[in-house]
């Protein structure tokens, strides 16, 4: 079992900053192997892709945060960041860390932390 968890999600003001923070543990014992990513699902909205970054740290991101948002991850603590800057009311969303292992095909979710950007 793999256990995903998000943490650093709160309000805050148009043009502010967060960072967000995925722990992995359980029976991911390492996630060198794991490709990584943040989605965000807005209220009546699909889940969308926000940023990927692979096994060899190679990253994309949607175009509505390129130059705002940088993803990245310590495989030595298990652990993957988002840091978000200069936010917008449209960046408000539950935003959920995913790990996938593509040689298995396998993929998994944390719970989501919200993000409410507002004045």
């Known amino acids: 079992q793999v256990q995903l968890v998000e943490s650093g999600g709160g309000l805050v003001q148009p043009g502010g900053s967060l960072r967000l923070s995925c722990a992995a543990s359980?029976?991911?014992?390492?996630?060198?192997?794991?490709?990584l990513g943040w989605y965000r699902q807005a209220p009546g909205k699909e889940r969308e892709l926000v940023t990927r970054?692979?096994?060899?740290?190679?990253?994309n991101y949607v175009d509505s945060v390129k130059g705002r948002f940088t993803i990245s991850r310590d495989n030595a603590k298990n652990m993957v960041y988002l840091q978000m800057n200069s936010l917008k009311a449209e960046d408000t969303a539950v935003y959920y860390c995913?790990?996938?292992?593509?040689?298995?095909?396998?993929?998994?979710w944390g719970q989501g932390t919200q993000v409410t950007v507002s004045s």
């Open positions: 970054i692979t096994v060899i740290g190679s990253t």
């Open positions: 995913n790990a996938y292992l593509s040689s298995r095909r396998l993929g998994y």
């Open positions: 359980g029976s991911i014992s390492n996630i060198n192997a794991y490709d």
